[in-house]
């Protein structure tokens, strides 16, 4: 029975589902951290103007076992925070990852064998974090389930109507493995592409080139899902290139973001991931090659800039 719940992670994603599940579930709702995550959250949590101040679980202390786990941190911080799981997780604890990319499931597993670990996305939210603030005006849907759910499972219901119950829109995939490839094509598409380009979504549409990029960055998941048997279909990738040719036009993915704020990128889990997939099962990828070089470069110099500007303010 899905009672005691606790989410790691509280940026733009956890936050906002931070903020359902705390006003609906205070009493048995908690954010699972170290003791210098836990501190910080301690001072509150910002969300559409609303300080939040939910429970919290102090990861290095004494084991406080939970029946779910959400995790909504970035993929560069999982294996870190898999430290995290260590005094809320027992084999009974189900871990629900709601990451970018198409690895986070199997790394848990590996370090949870004994557990359920769930596939999770979100989509459709319009959530952003701009320093310890998060704001959003549309919730999404939190998609979930095992790899396939022809006959959904009793514990993947529970989970389902508990975040319903909460005001987030939740739906349990008969084939999740073809929707977590399909956001991630978009991911491929849209975040990295709008990086190049410095593009919002009001120009996706607008200018030939942009579309170019986006078709031949996600023509290329479409080539390795197909030596995988994941479903993805070409009816998908064009459904994808209309739907971000129509996304709200002022809004900015999230890791233009990321690079507009100087924060690191999951250029790894996007790009990086799709270049060791050609090489694993022998399909070119050209284009995010280059995508991957350049966000990469970008990425380091910015973060170097960073450095070098923090450490003259400290002399």
Known sequence: MINKVGIIGTGAVGGMICSFLYKEYSDSFYVVGNSQRTERNKKGIKVNNKVLHPKTINSEGKKNILDLVIICVKNYDLESVLKDLLTVVDNHTIILPLLNGVTATDRIKKAFPGNRVLYGIVMRTDAARRQYEVTFSVSGEIQLGYAQNEEYAQEIVEIRDYLIQAGLPAKIYRDMLRMLWRKWMINIGSNQVSVITGAKFKYFGMFKEIEVLLRASMGEILNIA?????????????????????????????????????????????????????????????????????????????????????EREGQ
């Open 226 to 310: 197909q030596v995988r048997n994941i479903h993805l279909t070409e009816e998908d990738l064009e459904d994808v290139v209309n739907i971000l040719i129509h996304y709200p036009p002022e809004k900015k993915t999230s890791m233009l973001q990321d690079i507009e704020a100087r924060r690191r990128t999951e250029i790894d889990s996007f790009a990086g991931t799709v270049r060791e997939y050609g090489k694993k099962y022998n399909v070119k990828t050209p284009v995010n090659d280059v995508l991957y070089y350049g966000i990469k470069a970008k990425e380091k110099v910015y973060l170097m800039e960073k450095q070098e500007e923090a």
